[in-house]
């Protein structure tokens, strides 16, 4: 298993990104895939997930209307699309194979850290 982010950067407010996650050795059929982030100072929250076979998501309130998730599950990548960004959506993304997935309630990544990325940094400001 092998999840690889790219795209973070540095942007002003109200800007946008988008974010990759290349997966390799999950299949995209069988799990759902989620982006986290950890800001400075603060723990680990889940952002976005996607369960491809069905396309059930979840968002975070605190991106909801602003960031979109999709994937391309021909190329095996999932995408993080964030709008609107704001100084507080700063900090380092992570994907990961999702352990739970409930439609717009909750997310959870899974324990083993083998199924997360090494994470991609987002810095928000003027």
């Not at 095996?76 to 609107?84: S, T």
């Amino acid at each position: 298993v092998q999840l690889v982010e790219s795209g973070g950067g540095s942007i002003e407010p109200g800007g946008f990104l988008r974010l990759s996650c290349a997966v390799s050795g999950v299949d995209l059929n069988n799990w759902a895939i989620g982006w986290f982030r950890q800001g400075p100072g603060k723990e680990r929250e889940a952002v976005s997930c996607l369960d491809s076979s069905d396309g059930a998501t979840y968002y975070a309130d605190a991106v909801k209307g602003r960031f979109t998730i999709s994937s391309d599950k021909g190329q095996k990548l999932v995408f993080l699309e964030m709008n609107r960004l704001k100084p507080e959506d700063a900090g380092t993304y992570y994907c990961a194979v999702a352990a739970v997935l409930v439609t717009d309630t909750r997310c959870e990544g899974h324990p083993n850290s083998g199924a997360w990325g090494q994470g991609t940094a987002v810095t928000v400001s003027s």
